[in-house]
């Protein structure tokens, strides 16, 4: 039965090439739309890990909900003993030490607010390998009396590299202070909200205008995303829990898992409109395949095959057809996406961004799977029908279109 039924789907091989083409280019239209998704996704978290959070960020305990109101009372005197811990873990790359402030830029003719960072410029290069510099040059080791500003700063203060300003912020104490700085260079990140208010100065000259010797945070570059969790319960495990709180990247940016979810639900409603097509155009050449055979049917039945044995016939051809189109649709789809991912996509900036970048496909196991399996189901249940139907026919009736 299946080495008829593989002769049988080569006899009007017109139609069966129609039927290969549509599954096929459903299969491989999936693969290619689930591996932008798939690369939107990846080119939004390491923008927002490399360009800003890092993989995991340790605080005093309550310095993440109260912090921003009290942040002299969430202070960490001590980062040496989170580093030396986070150290000794192997996934993690490096550690290094912010402080948070902020207050306004002086321009010498007007004030502008601003959040602040001090950091430590060197770890943060390797950190920050998003962050992408459109004037001047990133902070350095050396140059305690430079500030990095970001892009929506310099437009809105008219600031440009090597102009000076003025940071007005309040110490932890309350007391009024103010240090003056030569703008290094302008940064550009996956944000646009950051940008329009973020500055970064080196930590000692943070340090020393706010009047203290602490930090807010230890920011962790991990080797491999998919070990934040891990890493962060391990760390854990080692650290006062009655004193130190960890974040990951993923609960720093609340947006991306709106945006996934977003991208998510997007690519569901396609898989569902390419399923619905590959069904109804199935169903129509199983349907006139069925049509033109009736009587090759009756004749099968009046010689003493059973119903049973044409509905598997024909289950079986379609069984085929799905296999074949389906893994055919698969090897387009990958070479594709190869083929794109080595060309790229120009893409504008997103939404809250002035950066665009270069989209490519991401070739995933479980978007390959995903896809050939819509195929393979969606023939299957096309010819589930019309082979019941024919099977069920009388003799008599189907002997009528010989």
């Not at 700063?153 to 102009?163: C, H």
């Amino acid at each position: 039965m299946f080495a008829l039924a593989l002769r049988n789907i080569f006899r009007n091989k017109a139609r069966t090439s129609l039927t290969l083409t549509v599954i096929g280019t459903g299969v491989a239209g999936l693969i290619l739309c689930g591996g932008f998704v798939d690369d939107a996704l990846l080119q939004l978290r390491e923008a927002t890990i490399h360009g800003q959070l890092g993989h995991l960020q340790v605080y005093r305990l309550g310095f993440y909900h109260n912090g921003s109101r009290s942040p002299d009372k969430y202070t960490i005197d001590r980062p040496a003993e989170i580093l030396d811990a986070a150290r000794k873990i192997p996934e993690v790359q490096e550690g290094m030490s912010r402080l948070n402030f902020s207050g306004v830029i002086n321009n010498g003719r007007a004030d502008f607010a601003i959040v602040g960072e001090g950091v430590e410029p060197a770890k943060e290069r390797k950190l920050g390998s998003l962050l992408e510099v459109i004037d001047g040059k990133n902070l350095d080791d050396r140059e305690t009396n430079g500030v990095f500003i970001g892009e929506g700063v310099a437009a809105s203060m008219k600031l440009k590299v090597g102009d000076r300003a003025t940071l007005l912020v309040h110490t932890l104490d309350g007391a009024l202070n103010s240090g003056e700085f030569i703008v290094t260079g302008i940064f550009r990140s996956f944000s646009k909200d950051y940008d329009s208010r973020a500055v970064r100065i080196a930590l000692p000259a943070a340090q020393e205008l706010l009047g203290t010797s602490a930090i807010n945070a230890v920011v962790l570059l991990l080797k491999n995303t998919e070990s934040t969790d891990a890493v962060a319960t391990t760390l854990l495990g080692q650290l006062d829990k009655t004193r130190y709180e960890i974040r990951s990247w993923r609960q720093l940016a609340d947006f991306y898992d709106g945006t996934a979810r977003l991208y998510q639900r997007q690519f569901v409603v396609l898989e569902v409109i390419i399923l619905l097509a590959v069904l109804l155009s199935v169903v129509n050449a199983v349907n006139m395949n069925v049509f033109e055979r009736t009587g090759e049917f009756g004749t099968l039945m009046a010689l003493g095959t059973h119903g049973s044995a044409v509905f598997r016939l024909v289950l079986q051809e379609n069984v085929l057809l799905a296999l074949i189109g389906s893994g055919a649709g698969a090897l387009i789809g990958v070479m594709l996406a190869g083929g794109i991912s080595a060309i790229g996509i120009p893409m504008p900036p997103p939404p809250n961004s002035n950066a665009g970048y270069t989209a490519q496909i991401q070739i995933n196991a479980a978007t390959v799977v995903t896809a050939f399996a819509v195929g393979f189901v969606a023939t299957v249940c096309a010819a589930w029908l019309p082979a019941r139907r024919v099977a069920r026919m009388p003799v008599v009736e189907a002997l009528r279109h010989v």
